[in-house]
Each structure stands twice: as C-alpha cells, then as structure tokens.
T-cell receptor, first 116, second 113 residues
Framework: EAGVTQSPTHLIKTRGQQVTLRCSPISGHTSVYWYQQALGLGLQFLLW???????NRGNFPPRFSGRQFPNYSSELNVNALELEDSALYLCASSLRGLGPSNEKLFFGSGTQLSVL | AQTVTQSQPEMSVQEAETVTLSCTYD???????LFWYKQPPSRQMILVIRQEAYKQQNATENRFSVNFQKAAKSFSLKISDSQLGDAAMYFCAYGRWDDKIIFGKGTRLHILP
C-alpha cells in the first residue's frame, strides 16, 4: 500500500513568486496535516484538514493557505514567497479526524523549498 | 503557551550501548499527550512512542522506553542496545485532544560502530 506522497520533492523559487505543494494521503485517510520544518527550528504546525474542512491553523500569515479535495488529497499554497519560507514542508495523514494526539500520523518525505 | 525544549542538539552513542535523550515541556494543562518522533535521512517522520499524561506507567516499545516525570515536566527517551539504524533526528512533542502537536527542535543521534 502506498504511503503519503508529496510532490514535488524539491523546488526552487525566487522572492515574490507563488508556489503550490501537493500531498496525497494514505488511501482511506481523511485527515491531512501540513508542517514547516525550517533549519534548526523543529516542526511548526501549518494547517489541518479533515473531510474537506479546515480544522485548525498554526501561527502563519494568510499568504499560507491550502485546501483539501473530495479525494482527500491536499494542496498547500504560499503566495509572495519570502527568503524565510525556505524549508522542508511535510505532509502527514491520519485515518480519522480525531486529532494528531489521538491517532498515529503517517508522514511523507516532504518538499524541500528553496527561496532565492 | 506550551513549549517543548530539547537541550541536546547532538548526541553520540556506541553501537549496542544505551542512550537517553532529554526533553522538558511547559504546560498548565493536566491532560495531554507526549511523543517521540524519529526522522531518519529519508526525512519521513516516524512515531516512536506515545505517552498519555494521565497514565502513571511509562510507555515502552521494544528497545525504546520513556521516563515520564509529570511533576517535573520531563519526558526522556531511552534507547537500549543502540543499532546503526537508530541514527536519526529525534523530536519530542506535546499535544492535547483535538489540537496541534508542538515539536521541540530535535536531537541528532549518531551511532558509532
């Protein structure tokens, strides 16, 4: 069975551009989570979607947005890229919308975004 | 606000030896969960162990065990019989029901053959 898949694996953008990252959860999983992992900062929670709805959002500016599609895949959009947006963006999925503390999260291998 | 602190940026241990990774957290809540996640070079985070704060008994998973000290807000991970495959970044994390998980900055563990 396929795990969580993310695309692309690497991306290089310049300041001010826009980027879209994609995530496909494990088949049957309804919840998708997005995390930003900047160098030396651990993982910062971005967004949580379940059944197409945004359930929770981290402390990030509105230029970070996303959505979840009827097939439970998800996109993360970042507008007006800044240098500090350079990071590994990780997506995770879980089986039901009980929250990340109550269910095992399955992570993808991430998208490495570099902003020049 | 809740915080998670890992004071050891890097650690090394000889293969087959035991190592303990430290983690402290700050919260005013009494009901919460604590986690250790492992991130190998593949970058894919893997849940190692999960502890429910209301449980007195320390969680164990094969060679991995925790020392949960609720009053001290301490949650250390012990890895016994270290193996080369244990080399990774380890993250301590805190979470509450239906809320986001907060991660520490991680400890990079090296296994020396």
């Amino acid at each position: 069975e396929a795990g969580v898949t993310q695309s692309p694996t690497h991306l290089i953008k310049t300041r001010g551009q826009q980027v879209t990252l994609r995530c496909s959860p494990i088949s049957g999983h309804t919840s998708v989570y997005w995390y930003q992992q900047a160098l030396g900062l651990g993982l910062q929670f971005l967004l949580w979607y379940d059944e197409g709805e945004e359930r929770n959002r981290g402390n990030f500016p509105p230029r970070f947005s996303g959505r979840q599609f009827p097939n439970y895949s998800s996109e993360l959009n970042v507008n007006a890229l800044e240098l500090e947006d350079s990071a590994l963006y990780l997506c995770a999925s879980s089986l039901r919308g009980l929250g990340p503390s109550n269910e095992k999260l399955f992570f993808g291998s991430g998208t490495q975004l570099s902003v020049l | 606000a809740q915080t998670v602190t890992q004071s050891q940026p890097e650690m090394s241990v000889q293969e087959a030896e035991t190592v303990t990774l430290s983690c402290t957290y700050d919260t005013s809540e009494s009901d919460y969960y604590l986690f250790w996640y492992k991130q190998p070079p593949s970058r894919q985070m893997i849940l190692v162990i999960r502890q429910e704060a209301y449980k007195q008994q320390n969680a164990t998973e094969n060679r991995f065990s925790v020392n949960f000290q609720k009053a001290a807000k301490s949650f250390s991970l012990k890895i016994s019989d270290s193996q080369l495959g244990d080399a990774a970044m380890y993250f301590c994390a805190y979470g509450r029901w239906d809320d986001k998980i907060i991660f520490g900055k991680g400890t990079r563990l090296h296994i020396l053959p």
